[in-house]
């Protein structure tokens, strides 16, 4: 690190947190690229963080901001420079990095940032980050360019599921286009409308629902996709980098007891740190391989036919439900509930066998 050229902006701190400010890295980085040093540039998103100040309230998000800094200068400290972009994100410079293995040791290590936070209850609380990393001059050379590019690997991040980080590879991520926030909203719009849309005007439901979990599963980087009752596993879906196939069929009594009834759903983000995790049917799931899980019933006029299931079984970290996936696959089970109600059918109905 320069000491002489941050001793030169001392006044240029973030007030909330106490480091460097968005413009003293920006310019930092510029620096090295004018230098021609080899560096990686690091951006680490705090999950869900509306969520903390919607429930909890602005000044208690704050705490949660100065204290996740702390943590943060902790493993930064003596090897690279810390700084605050502004609102939940934070940036990080790591000169000298550009191998991939020193890079990904690096990384492991910011996600176990919660357990170095100082108050006991916000490391109960399960909060988790995101982080997408580009490398200079492997990557680009230009300070626009990097900054995009770690800006995609943290979105491809996001959309697996969060709680992870990712290193930009242009062979895995260069065809990334970054949503804005009405993209997001048209997107959630155009999902609600294509599950509708599918399941309601065919009378082939069996490759229908097939076709719509398939779409949904790879959409949502979701490990694991399909329809259970208590028999068996319908219309799976699995990702091509999931190595788990050995998936089984859960006592559906055991689920309707984590299944919330007010919502008829049941999202778990980590199985292993949740403190439902003495329920008897989650710790099967954590013994099989399963990380995190999200349950929607398919439930019409009284009748149960099954579950919408979704299972996180690569990262071991588990994975954080959004609102979007969970909306979608709960208007997903609400549909295909009253399909099969109304023609008379049963999820063994749509075997593929």
Same mark, same amino acid.
């Given at each position: 690190?320069?000491?002489?050229?941050?001793?030169?902006?001392?006044?240029?701190?973030?007030?909330?947190?106490?480091?460097?400010?968005?413009?003293?890295?920006?310019?930092?980085?510029?620096?090295?690229?004018?230098?021609?040093?080899?560096?990686?540039?690091?951006?680490?998103?705090?999950?869900?963080?509306?969520?903390?100040?919607?429930?909890?309230?602005?000044?208690?998000?704050?705490?949660?901001?100065?204290?996740?800094?702390?943590?943060?200068?902790?493993?930064?400290?003596?090897?690279?420079?810390?700084?605050?972009?502004?609102?939940?994100?934070?940036?990080?410079?790591?000169?000298?990095?550009?191998?991939?293995?020193?890079?990904?040791?690096?990384?492991?290590?910011?996600?176990?940032?919660?357990?170095?936070?100082?108050?006991?209850?916000?490391?109960?609380?399960?909060?988790?980050?995101?982080?997408?990393?580009?490398?200079?001059? &492997?990557?680009?050379? *230009?300070?626009?360019?990097?900054?995009?590019?770690?800006? #995609?690997?943290?979105?491809? %991040? +996001?959309?697996? =599921?969060?709680?992870?980080?990712?290193?930009?590879?242009?062979?895995?991520?260069?065809?990334?286009?970054?949503?804005?926030?009405?993209?997001?909203?048209?997107?959630?719009?155009?999902?609600?409308?294509?599950?509708?849309?599918?399941?309601?005007?065919?009378?082939?439901?069996?490759?229908?629902?097939?076709?719509?979990?398939?779409?949904?599963?790879?959409?949502?980087?979701?490990?694991?996709?399909?329809?259970?009752?208590?028999?068996?596993?319908?219309?799976?879906?699995?990702?091509?980098?999931?190595?788990?196939?050995?998936?089984?069929?859960?006592?559906?009594?055991?689920?309707?007891?984590?299944?919330?009834?007010?919502?008829?759903?049941?999202?778990?983000?980590?199985?292993?740190?949740?403190?439902?995790?003495?329920?008897?049917?989650? &710790?099967?799931?954590? *013994?099989?391989?399963?990380?995190?899980?999200?349950?929607? #019933?398919?439930?019409?006029? %009284? +009748?149960?036919? =099954?579950?919408?299931?979704?299972?996180?079984?690569?990262?071991?970290?588990?994975?954080?439900?959004?609102?979007?996936?969970?909306?979608?696959?709960?208007?997903?089970?609400?549909?295909?509930?009253?399909?099969?109600?109304?023609?008379?059918?049963?999820?063994?109905?749509?075997?593929?066998?």
């Amino acid at each position: 690190m320069d000491e002489e050229f941050f001793d030169d902006r001392v006044d240029h701190f973030d007030n909330l947190t106490d480091l460097y400010n968005r413009d003293v890295i920006v310019e930092y980085v510029g620096k090295l690229i004018s230098e021609n040093k080899k560096f990686a540039l690091t951006i680490i998103d705090l999950d869900n963080f509306k969520y903390v100040n919607d429930g909890y309230g602005h000044l208690f998000g704050d705490h949660v901001l100065k204290q996740y800094a702390e943590a943060l200068k902790k493993i930064f400290k003596g090897r690279g420079v810390l700084g605050r972009y502004g609102g939940d994100e934070f940036f990080g410079v790591l000169e000298n990095v550009e191998d991939y293995d020193d890079l990904w040791r690096f990384l492991h290590e910011i996600l176990g940032t919660p357990n170095l936070l100082e108050d006991k209850k916000l490391r109960e609380m399960g909060i988790t980050c995101t982080i997408g990393s580009s490398r200079f001059p &492997k990557d680009a050379t *230009k300070i626009d360019d990097l900054f995009e590019l770690a800006d #995609k690997a943290l979105y491809r %991040g +996001k959309m697996k =599921g969060r709680n992870c980080f990712i290193i930009y590879l242009p062979e895995k991520h260069a065809n990334i286009n970054l949503k804005t926030e009405r993209d997001k909203v048209v997107s959630s719009m155009y999902l609600h409308s294509k599950v509708f849309n599918a399941l309601s005007r065919t009378k082939n439901v069996a490759t229908t629902v097939k076709e719509t979990i398939n779409f949904l599963g790879n959409y949502f980087m979701i490990d694991h996709l399909c329809l259970m009752d208590d028999k068996k596993l319908y219309c799976e879906y699995y990702h091509p980098l999931c190595k788990n196939h050995n998936h089984k069929v859960y006592d559906n009594q055991e689920i309707e007891k984590i299944i919330n009834g007010s919502t008829c759903i049941c999202s778990i983000n980590s199985i292993a740190q949740d403190s439902y995790n003495v329920s008897p049917v989650l &710790k099967k799931m954590l *013994k099989d391989g399963v990380y995190a899980v999200f349950y929607a #019933k398919i439930s019409v006029y %009284g +009748k149960n036919f =099954g579950y919408v299931r979704a299972d996180c079984c690569e990262n071991p970290r588990g994975r954080v439900w959004q609102s979007t996936d969970m909306d979608v696959l709960l208007n997903l089970a609400h549909i295909l509930a009253l399909e099969l109600y109304y023609q008379h059918l049963e999820l063994e109905d749509l075997s593929d066998e």
